[in-house]
Structure formats: structure tokens, C-alpha cells
């Protein structure tokens, strides 16, 4: 769906049984791209807030996490716990790196382009976000408390702040939280 920030009515950008996810490129970059799975597949398409679905990208086979670089140039992949493809979305290069030692499922790339943020536990099973270089070297940025886990963390455009999700297993709660 899209509604402008102006206000507006909301209409349908694209619609479809098993889309998994969606993200755009940072401002100028225009690309945005979506998933969607079909039997064992995940199928990538472009689209558009004007035309809605465009072309199809590429097919994978498995169920798996995935991040859209902030100029749009690449995608990221988590194919298994310990192996990225990073793949051109301009010339269809791909390359895969191993991160040794930590075990992976989320991605999120970095406002620079050049690095991603990823959840894992360290050793003594707190949480973690690895900062993961394009040849797969990982090092701790944030480490958490015990008892939770890290989801994700997306950067801001200025580099300067993130949005992280902490899992906390508790008690069912509600928060509200007012002038954020």
C-alpha cells in the first residue's frame, strides 16, 4: 500500500499470495524490490509506487532472509546460517562469503552501502549485532543482556542513529510510548 505523506487516500502498490518482504533504495536511488515466494522459490521483482510490479530479478530456492543495498545496487542473502551471496541487481554477479563462528538468519545493510548489521549470540550467549564486511569479516558493535535476543538493526540514512528490535521473553505487556 502507499499513501502520500501529505495525506491522501491509500491505494494498492502490488498485491500477490506469498510476499515475504520489501524495501527501497535511499533517496536518490529509486529501486525498490519485493519477494515472494512460490514452492520452494523466492522470486525477486522490481516495483514501482506508479506502476506497481515490474520485472523479475532473480530465483532462489529456500526460504531466506534478505536486504536491499541503500543505493540499490546489491542484494544481500542469508543462505544458510553461515554463508551471504552478495549479488550486482545491475550484471547478475554474485559472490558468497562464509562468516566463521557466528550463526546468521537477518541481514540489514548499512547506510554506507559498504557494511551489514546482523543479530547472532556470542560464545556466553548474549546477544549480539556483527557489523559484516563484503568478504564475510564480522565484529561486535552492540552486545545485549541476557535473556534477549536482538531481531534486527537498520541504520538511518545519517549514519548517526538505528532502529534496533530486542526480543525480551516476558509477560504478555503493552507499551505505549509517547512523543518518540
Same mark, same amino acid.
Given at each position: 500500500?502507499?499513501?502520500?505523506? *501529505?495525506?491522501?487516500?491509500?491505494?494498492?502498490?502490488?498485491?500477490?499470495?506469498?510476499?515475504?518482504?520489501?524495501?527501497?533504495?535511499?533517496?536518490?536511488?529509486? !529501486?525498490?524490490?519485493?519477494?515472494? !515466494?512460490?514452492?520452494?522459490?523466492?522470486?525477486?521483482?522490481?516495483?514501482?509506487?506508479?506502476?506497481?510490479?515490474? !520485472?523479475?530479478?532473480? !530465483?532462489?530456492?529456500?526460504?531466506?532472509?534478505?536486504?536491499?543495498?541503500?543505493?540499490?545496487?546489491?542484494?544481500?542473502?542469508?543462505?544458510?546460517?553461515?554463508?551471504?551471496?552478495?549479488?550486482?541487481?545491475?550484471?547478475?554477479? *554474485?559472490?558468497?562469503?562464509?562468516?566463521?563462528?557466528?550463526?546468521?538468519?537477518?541481514?540489514?545493510?548499512?547506510?554506507?552501502?559498504?557494511?551489514?548489521?546482523?543479530?547472532?549470540?556470542?560464545?556466553?550467549?548474549?546477544?549480539?549485532?556483527?557489523?559484516?564486511?563484503?568478504?564475510?569479516?564480522?565484529?561486535?558493535?552492540?552486545?545485549?543482556?541476557?535473556?534477549?535476543?536482538?531481531?534486527?538493526?537498520?541504520?538511518?540514512?545519517?549514519?548517526?542513529?538505528?532502529?534496533?528490535?530486542?526480543?525480551?521473553?516476558?509477560?504478555?505487556? *503493552?507499551?505505549?510510548?509517547?512523543?518518540?
Amino acid at each position: 500500500m502507499s499513501k502520500p505523506l *501529505a495525506g491522501g487516500t491509500p491505494r494498492v502498490v502490488v498485491q500477490g499470495k506469498g510476499i515475504w518482504n520489501h524495501q527501497c533504495a535511499h533517496s536518490p536511488a529509486t !529501486r525498490c524490490i519485493f519477494s515472494q !515466494r512460490d514452492g520452494q522459490n523466492l522470486i525477486f521483482h522490481t516495483f514501482d509506487l506508479e506502476h506497481g510490479q515490474g !520485472r523479475e530479478l532473480l !530465483r532462489i530456492v529456500g526460504f531466506l532472509n534478505w536486504s536491499l543495498s541503500s543505493d540499490g545496487s546489491k542484494l544481500t542473502i542469508v543462505l544458510d546460517p553461515h554463508h551471504i551471496r552478495f549479488v550486482s541487481l545491475d550484471t547478475g554477479a *554474485a559472490h558468497d562469503v562464509t562468516v566463521q563462528d557466528w550463526a546468521l538468519d537477518c541481514v540489514d545493510w548499512g547506510a554506507s552501502g559498504q557494511t551489514l548489521f546482523m543479530p547472532s549470540f556470542a560464545p556466553n550467549g548474549l546477544p549480539v549485532i556483527l557489523e559484516v564486511d563484503q568478504t564475510g569479516k564480522a565484529k561486535v558493535i552492540l552486545t545485549g543482556s541476557a535473556n534477549t535476543e536482538f531481531k534486527f538493526m537498520i541504520q538511518s540514512p545519517d549514519s548517526r542513529n538505528a532502529l534496533l528490535l530486542e526480543g525480551i521473553p516476558t509477560g504478555n505487556n *503493552a507499551w505505549i510510548v509517547d512523543d518518540f
